[in-house]
């Protein structure tokens, strides 16, 4: 019963290990009216804890806990 209790115990802290490691994303905003690629466009994730700016060429990288559902994207004076 012992080994049974140890193993139940392993199996749940590994799948939580899983369950908080994070994801990375990487992507380009581009402009909708041209496609032309946004410089310093905000990405941000759904309830704005997160968040990064594109380069000159409009990519991006971010990592994102697994709880996150989305990305909102801003390039306010564009």
């Known amino acids: 019963m012992r080994k049974f209790v140890t193993l139940v115990l392993c199996v749940i802290l590994g799948l939580s290990q899983i369950n908080a490691q994070n994801r990375t994303f990487t992507g380009k905003v581009n402009d909708a009216k041209d496609g032309s690629p946004l410089a310093s466009a905000s990405v941000i994730s759904q309830g704005g804890k997160i968040g990064t700016k594109t380069n000159a060429d ?21």
């Open 58 to 78: 409009g990519s991006f990288t971010i990592s994102l806990p697994a709880n996150v559902k989305g990305l909102v994207v801003s390039s306010i004076g564009y």
